[in-house]
Nanobody, 122 residues
Framework: QVQLVESGGGLVQPGGSLRLSCAAS????????MGWYRQAPGKQRELVAD???????YYIDSGKGRFTISRDNAKNMVYLQMNSLKPEDTAVYYC????????????????WGQGTQVTVSS
């Protein structure tokens, strides 16, 4: 009943930039928090950035100063601006949202997008 769709991934050279977008749609009453996770081959999925409904943000240490997360509440979208990309940033990036839905009963649930590939290589 809720779908998250990511876009904006691709291949960039070290030092380049990408802007990831995630659009949420469906029976949404409230998006409480949205964030970006990433998973590299052979690695655990890790939280990259998170933003609450009030605008509080969190960044993984390696992303501080390079990444910026933002959201457009009217459009149910979240973005991740990534600058000064490094090969270590190569991973599949997943959008995650904690959402209060209104499909019959009102309840909270965590939704995940399908992921978008980010490859940083020369």
């Amino acid at each position: 009943q809720v779908q998250l769709v990511e876009s904006g991934g691709g291949l960039v050279q070290p030092g380049g930039s990408l802007r990831l977008s995630c659009a949420a749609s469906g029976s949404i009453r409230r998006i409480n928090a949205m964030g970006w996770y990433r998973q590299a081959p052979g690695k655990q999925r890790e939280l990259v950035a998170d933003i609450t409904s009030g605008g509080n943000t969190y960044y993984i240490d390696s992303g501080k100063g390079r990444f910026t997360i933002s959201r457009d509440n009217a459009k149910n979208m979240v973005y991740l601006q990534m600058n000064s990309l490094k090969p270590e940033d190569t991973a599949v990036y997943y959008c995650k949202a904690d959402i209060t839905v209104t499909a019959g009963l009102i309840y909270d649930y965590t939704y995940w997008g399908q992921g978008t590939q980010v490859t940083v290589s020369s």
